[in-house]
């Protein structure tokens, strides 16, 4: 099993995309690891988390083929995380021969929403379900849990466990974890080979109950995973999703974490479980 993080940055992108604060410069004349597209995962070669306006570069990027792809996980409608005009791509004549006819999609109902408004019953080889927090569904050989994510009233905004060979937690966009999170944690059993969390913020201090976390908050969460059994020493624990304003220069992130153990993604990333 693995995870490939195809794009690594907060809306903005990393340089943000309008910015020329000093931060921004550094990164364009760094280049390399720290030019950060909008986020996005996929699982293996055929499950996709969230669905960018940067899908496009990213699948040539990382020579992914979008029609095998069978099922799309979506956190929440924000456009940073879901640009649903792109699944308008999905019949003739923008696609033709799909080994995938169908796409299963699994989403926040906010999203679910949108999919609705945009393709009503039209067939575009969608099948969509929202799921409510603490939901499992079964799709092929994973197993896909919804939890309630601290974002986007109202979106019913979702961060996902995902387990096939091994169990991932991938918790973005989300600030601290809802206690009812930690007690489905731990009853519930799950541990966990990779967890990948939300550090929109890096130092700037993010209260619990807003929207995003920075290195603080995401070692608070990872302190009490460890206390109740979720995560061991094996466990790999990546701190994704970064802002500009946090100033996610790769190399001073790498620095900042060496200590907690924490790994650094950046676009392309790609990690075997």
Excluded: W
């Amino acid at each position: 099993m693995k995870i490939t993080f195809l794009g690594t940055a907060a809306a903005e992108g990393f340089p943000a995309v309008f910015c020329n604060c000093e931060y921004c410069r550094e990164a364009k004349r760094l280049g390399g690891k720290n030019i950060r597209t909008r986020s996005q995962s996929i699982i293996n070669d055929d499950l996709l988390i969230d669905l960018p306006a940067d899908t496009y570069s990213h699948f040539l990027n990382n020579n992914i083929d979008g029609d095998a792809i069978k099922y799309l996980i979506v956190t929440h409608s924000h456009p940073d995380h879901f640009y649903e005009k792109e699944l308008g791509m999905r019949h003739a004549p923008f696609a033709k021969n799909m080994r995938t006819q169908r796409l299963k999609i699994y989403c926040s109902e906010g999203a679910a929403k949108v999919i609705q408004e945009m393709y009503g019953n039209e067939n575009y080889m969608l099948d969509c379900m929202a799921l409510k927090p603490f939901d499992t569904v079964v799709a092929g050989n994973y197993e896909i849990t919804a939890l309630p994510a601290r974002h986007f009233p109202g979106d019913g905004s979702l961060f996902y466990i995902i387990t096939g060979e091994k169990t991932i937690l991938y918790a973005h966009d989300t600030g601290y974890f809802y206690e009812e999170v930690f007690d489905y944690i731990k009853d519930s059993k799950h541990t966990f080979d990779l967890v990948s969390l939300d550090c929109t913020n890096v130092d700037i201090p993010a209260s619990d109950e807003g929207y995003h976390m920075g290195i603080d908050n995401i070692t608070r969460v990872l302190k009490r995973l460890e206390g109740i059994g979720a995560i061991h020493n094996k466990t790999q624990k990546v701190i994704n999703h970064f802002s500009h304003n946090g100033n996610p220069i790769h190399h001073r992130l790498e620095e900042r974490v060496k200590d907690y153990g924490y790994k650094v993604s950046y676009d392309g990333l790609c990690i075997e479980l």
